[in-house]
């Protein structure tokens, strides 16, 4: 069967999702993992493995997305149909409710931070990330389930789609369950986010942190929110519209692109929250590491290197005690002559 062009667009950002999310996650999965190790586990940990474990079960289906956008036609067993729908669906939910964990424990931990660090355990990050999953599993359960153990694999114009094609009984019961999916799944925490960004932007903004610090973490709240509303408002808006039309919308499929764009969107947010690994770059990028070497007397006999400046200080306390006490080499060759300040050296 010949593609169109959604379909040729579609089998683009699949593969390209597919490609490029896989080792995304992977290596967030492993660089949490070793924090974990090192640290301990905190929130930030527990919430992005619980991501990444949400985004590399919607990688694992995307093979059967491709394969089914490439065909137009669903040639897997039918009961494969709803565990590829729960798995897609609930890693998409499960994400969204999961970002929105990570943004409300910034605003604590900007807004309240001593009342914070009381409650800032990994127990009950642990507790709330399986009340999300739970949350999320219970909402796709009864969706799958409202037909009566239905497969949902609809024939039309003599071709089988997975979870697309619905008679007008399957629809009075889908419409309404859409419709209460997009508003706790992704209206409400799109109010918890925006409201947590926005007062992280507006404290950060009037506190006293340097210029530096006040870029990072504005970019790591600004871009967390546009990440969710790139990813899950097209989708979610669908179901509204289909709600309100009392059908499903035909670019439904369209919106669904923008929502696996998060496999490979949410992994760059997270290494931004990993303060080893931004440390490390900004450093590498910026060059702000400063080296200070200190040299008694006379200047460090070191390899030459680029970009030092020397600044004399007066010496501490403890080289006053000492030129008190004898007298220097250097300062041995003539008797008027004062013994040589220490040199201070800064690495820019």
């Known amino acids: 069967m010949d593609l169109t062009v959604t379909d040729c667009v579609a089998l683009s950002v699949y593969t390209f999702t597919f490609l490029l999310g896989l080792p995304a996650n992977l290596l967030v999965f492993f660089v949490y993992i070793r924090k974990a190790r090192k640290h301990g586990a905190t929130p930030n940990v527990v919430y992005a493995l619980n991501l990444c474990l949400a985004n590399l079960a919607l990688v694992a289906w995307l093979p059967v997305k491709i394969l089914e956008t490439l065909l137009k036609d669903w040639t897997l067993p039918a009961p494969v149909c709803p565990v590829y729908s729960f798995f897609l669906y609930s890693s998409l939910y499960a994400s969204c409710l999961f970002i929105t964990a990570v943004t409300v424990?910034?605003?604590?931990?900007?807004?309240?931070?001593?009342?914070?660090?009381r409650y800032r355990r990994a127990r009950?990050?642990?507790?709330?990330?399986?009340?999300?999953?739970?949350?999320?599993?219970?909402?796709?359960?009864?969706?799958?389930?409202?037909?009566?153990?239905?497969?949902?694999?609809?024939?039309?114009?003599?071709?089988s789609a997975c979870f697309e094609h619905f008679n007008e009984t399957q629809l009075k019961v889908l419409l309404p369950l859409r419709l209460e999916m997009a508003i706790v799944l992704f209206i409400v925490p799109l109010i918890v986010t925006s409201f947590c960004t926005l007062r992280c932007v507006t404290l950060v903004w009037r506190s006293n942190l340097p210029p530096v610090g006040k870029r990072r973490v504005l970019a790591v709240a600004l871009s967390t929110l546009a990440v969710f509303v790139i990813c899950y408002a097209p989708y979610n808006t669908s179901h509204i519209v289909g709600f309100v039309?009392?059908?499903?919308?035909?670019?439904?499929?369209?919106?669904?692109?923008t929502s696996s764009c998060n496999v490979f969107l949410e992994p760059v947010v997270m290494l931004m929250l990993s303060?080893?690994?931004?440390?490390?770059?900004?450093?590498?990028?910026?060059?702000?590491?400063?080296?200070f070497r200190w040299s008694d007397g006379s200047r460090h006999r070191?390899?030459?290197?680029?970009?030092?400046?020397n600044i004399k200080v007066p010496p501490p306390p403890s080289e006053k005690v000492r030129a008190e006490g004898g007298v220097t080499k250097e300062s041995q060759g003539s008797a008027g002559e004062q013994n040589k300040g220490t040199i201070f050296h800064i690495h820019v």
């Open 105 to 117: 424990g910034r605003y604590l931990s900007i807004a309240f931070p001593i009342i914070y660090k």
């Open 124 to 159: 009950l990050s642990c507790l709330t990330c399986a009340a999300l999953w739970a949350l999320v599993i219970v909402h796709l359960g009864v969706s799958l389930q409202a037909e009566g153990g239905a497969y949902f694999v609809g024939v039309q114009d003599e071709v």
């Open 245 to 257: 039309q009392q059908q499903s919308v035909h670019w439904r499929t369209i919106a669904m692109l």
């Open 275 to 291: 303060p080893v690994v931004s440390r490390g770059i900004l450093g590498r990028i910026c060059g702000q590491q400063s080296h």
């Open 302 to 309: 070191g390899k030459p290197t680029s970009g030092f400046a």
